[in-house]
């Protein structure tokens, strides 16, 4: 049997994108390389946290509308959504790894036919769609098959989704689809269209690159602008959130807010996509990066400042997610800020994070020296509090617990109230 679509990595991206498709009463193949998510999947459970989706998955995998597998199987549509992460260089900038987009194609080799459509999803620099159908092709002819990645039609078609609102968002979100050919645009384009409410804008595949990776660039510039001003603010004795708030009075000013660095897999690690590319042009790109990513040092030697005040300083700091009432610590700062702390022997270090059940590997490595326990453990036994992430759960903390109390609060939540 040809399936409708065949979904090449079932994770935050590709397990949702699968599932709405399947709902729409699509023949759905998701396909992915970890053991664990097919049998996961295969029992109609999912393997990470997304408000309604287990309820989709369950219902269409019942149903018979998704199937999973190991290996990807004739469909009329393939849509690769595997990591893009990149490689921390040893000297220099960190470089793209596109090696999953090239394995993930290759394993189309043999089961993809002219006349299919071959989307790439994942977040990826630019020129790489191209890339796709060269691998396609090197590897359909390695397979002595009769037809070449030239009658294959390929498309960009980048996710711009929030975590936590992913389903909704799916559907809603207008979609830019960059096709090699105005005919795999046209493709891809009455294919989301089966779910898409959103308006789909169709342009080439090198735009269409460009743009996801733009649209990421535009959020680190401007949140290094809000942490530039935080320490400049920090040095000249002046409240950089009400700063803020007076400046954004202006009609047309409208400045992020800072933090203590930028996480996740996207706003942390898209813009380096663009400075590989130019690396002599892209100057501003490239410093936004340096400045957020300065930011955790910036925290870390604060608290050890305060710390070297105190005789016996214990510290509390409050979350590890790289953003509000999420469970992902990818690329997080405050993991960074905590992992810092902990190495350098700054203090005891008591770690609150309501969204997870245990430390991460490389916290839980340090042993003794950093504890997870809950805000009223933390909060009464500390001398130092760190706010590291603005969860709800942090957002009621009573001023009266923190009398005493140096507090650090990179996130602005004590006191915008
Ligand atoms: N998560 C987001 O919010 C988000 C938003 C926009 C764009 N993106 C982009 O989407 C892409 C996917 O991100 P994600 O968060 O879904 O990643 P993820 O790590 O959650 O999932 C990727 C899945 O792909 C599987 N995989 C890896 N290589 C494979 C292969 N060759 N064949 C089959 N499966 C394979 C992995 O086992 C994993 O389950 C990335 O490029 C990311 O930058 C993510």
Known sequence: MKHDVCVIGLGYIGLPTASVFAGKGLRVLGVDTNPSVVSTLGRGEVHFVEPGLEAVVREVVNLGYLHVSSRPAPARAFIVAVPTPFHHESKGDPSPDISFVEAATRSLGGVAEAGDLVILESTSPVGTTERMREWLDDEMRCLGRNIGGAEVLFAHCPERVLPGQILKEL???????????????????????????????????????????????????????????????????????????????????????????????????????????????????????????????????????????????????????????????????????????????????????????????????????????????????????????????????????????????????????
């Open 171 to 417: 559907a809603a979100n207008d979609r830019i689809v960059g096709g090699l050919t105005e005919a795999a645009s046209e493709r891809a384009r009455l294919l989301y269209g089966t779910f898409c409410t959103g308006e789909i804008l169709l342009t080439d595949a090198r735009t269409a690159e460009m743009a996801k990776l733009t649209e990421n660039s535009f959020r680190d510039v401007n949140i290094a602008f809000a942490n530039e001003l935080s320490v400049i603010c920090e040095r000249l004795g002046i409240d950089v959130w009400n700063l803020i708030r007076l400046a954004n009075r202006h009609p047309r000013v409208k400045i992020l807010s800072p933090g203590p660095g930028v996480g996740g897999h996207c706003i942390a690690v898209d813009p380096w996509f663009i400075v590989d590319s130019a690396p002599d042009l892209a100057r501003l790109i490239r410093i936004a990066r340096e400045v957020n990513d300065a930011k955790p040092g910036h925290v870390v030697s604060s608290v050890k400042a305060a710390a070297a005040e105190q005789r016996t300083p214990v510290i509390a700091c409050l979350g590890l997610a790289f953003k509000a009432n999420v469970d992902d610590l990818r690329e997080s700062p405050a993991v960074e800020i905590v992992r810092r702390l902990a190495t350098a022997d700054v203090a005891p270090l008591l770690v609150v994070e309501p969204y997870v059940s245990a430390l991460p590997k490389v916290l839980s490595a340090l042993g003794t020296r950093v504890r997870l326990t809950s805000l009223a453990d933390a909060v009464s036994c500390a001398s130092i509090v760190v706010v590291l992430v603005d969860h709800r759960e942090f957002l009621g903390l009573d001023r009266t617990q923190l009398q005493g109390k140096v507090v650090i609060d990179t996130r602005g939540i004590l006191r915008a109230r």
